[in-house]
């Protein structure tokens, strides 16, 4: 297997998430800078060709071309390291992994979203994606609230697994585009406990607390 | 304006050492943390520095330190450091303000302007914050259906609900004109599933306040 390509640029969430979670697993990626702000290089011909919609990060392996995160991360883990710990080798707690992920990609998509539109200079309505966000973040704190009740730290169970680590970083940003932590007080206690995974980077807008 | 009284903020639970939290209190913004010693403090959510919100800082042993440029502060409020100028000795006049701040009841209260005695209450076990986006006296209407209570007492910001699931004690936090938080705990040491009763029943009555429908308990 060859070396797994990533195009990336720093400040973008989806690609923090991808970086964070390749090193959480102990993979190595070969990291290629695209300047999406201020110079909008991922809407480039070359770009383009990889990513229609204009999306980053983009994983390239061989012929292999994967453009949305939940299928980079899934890819990157099954691949390399199907044993590892942050993927549950039993198949409730696999499906739950996986109704999280798909939360983290759609609902908390959102956050995404809004946040490239306070920064980054994206197309949105800022005050709808807000909204829309704050609404996520409330079924998430709801659903830990809950799974602590029973004990459980995470949202899958009671160990971390890749679908916290893709929820983590819309949640850790949310105040890029002006939507505080003071509503959600379990979000706040899972955010620190994620943050102990072996391997967590950290990027800029989000504090290294240790 | 000037507000005068003890507020509930959190419950204690959601506030460990290490992970500072905003609360707004009819508009005033206090940032609530918890040193290592585990004494919690209220003050102004503010650094006199650039202004930037305390509650976005970082809590490291007896200190909380601000994102912008990491001064910190102790307990007592004053800046310790500065780690641009690490050889300065700080002056007394940089300075958050404080607050007072107790413990009653499972919440961590900020006593404003003269506040008087802190909050007195039995023990109690902290169930869930609720945060939702309507009147103070719109939720508070909503409770007693919502927990399906038999009776309900008010003493200052905290009301007192008779219910299947014993005696629950919610504070209550107006957050603005729109907005209130409620601190929902329990008397005794209710098991797991009580506890997921009570917070199914916040969520529902949060859900069902701010969009107009009928707040009564489903069967």
């Known amino acids: 297997m060859s070396g797994a390509v990533l195009y990336n640029y720093d400040l973008d969430i989806d690609c923090y998430t991808v970086r964070m979670i390749a090193g959480c697993l102990g993979i190595a990626l070969d990291l290629r800078q695209v300047d999406l702000y201020p110079g909008h290089k991922h809407l480039s011909p070359k770009m383009r060709a990889l990513s229609p919609q204009g999306r980053l990060p983009v994983l390239v392996e061989d012929a292999l071309v994967l453009t949305q995160p939940l299928a980079i991360i899934l890819h990157l883990a099954e691949t390399r390291c199907p044993d590892h710990p942050l993927l549950p080798q039993d198949a409730i707690t696999g499906a739950r992994m996986l109704d999280w992920m798909t939360f983290a990609a759609r609902e908390m998509g959102v956050a995404a979203e809004a946040r490239a539109t306070a920064m980054l200079d994206a197309p949105g309505d800022l005050a709808a994606l807000k909204d829309r966000a704050k609404r996520a973040f409330r079924l998430l704190d709801d659903h830990l609230t809950l799974q602590g009740f029973d004990g459980l730290g995470f949202v899958a169970g009671p160990e971390v697994t890749l679908a916290d680590l893709m929820l983590f970083a819309p949640f850790a940003l949310s105040r890029d585009f002006g939507l505080d932590h003071d509503a959600f007080p379990a979000l706040r206690l899972w955010a620190r406990r994620v943050r102990a995974t072996p391997g967590f980077s950290t990027m800029p807008g989000i504090p290294d607390e240790r | ?219």
């Open chain 2, 1 to 219: 304006m000037t507000i005068n009284g003890w507020f509930p903020l959190a419950l204690s639970g959601s506030i460990p050492p290490g992970i500072p939290a905003g609360a707004i209190v009819k508009g005033t913004e206090i940032v609530v943390w918890r040193d290592q010693a585990g004494e919690a403090h209220a003050w102004e959510d503010r650094c006199p520095h650039r202004g930037m919100k305390m509650s976005f800082g970082v809590v490291r042993g007896d200190h909380i330190a601000c994102l912008y440029h990491g001064w910190q502060y102790g307990p007592d409020g004053q800046c310790r450091k500065i780690p641009a100028h690490p050889d300065l000795d700080v002056p007394r006049s940089i300075c958050v303000k404080t607050y007072g701040a107790a413990e009653a009841g499972g919440m961590i209260w900020a006593g404003l302007g003269a506040p008087g005695d802190a909050p007195v209450l039995p023990e109690a076990t902290g169930v869930r914050s609720l945060y939702v986006d309507v009147p103070l006296n719109t939720a508070l209407a909503a409770l007693p259906s919502a927990f399906d209570a038999g009776g309900m007492t008010a003493r200052g910001p905290v009301v007192t609900l008779d219910t299947r699931w014993g005696t629950l004690r919610i504070g209550l936090q107006e957050i603005g004109e729109a907005q209130c938080a409620l601190h929902v705990t329990a008397a005794g040491n209710p098991g797991a599933e009580a506890r997921a009763g009570i917070a199914r029943a916040a969520t529902r009555l949060r859900d069902s306040v701010e969009s107009g429908t009928d707040t009564g308990v489903a069967a």
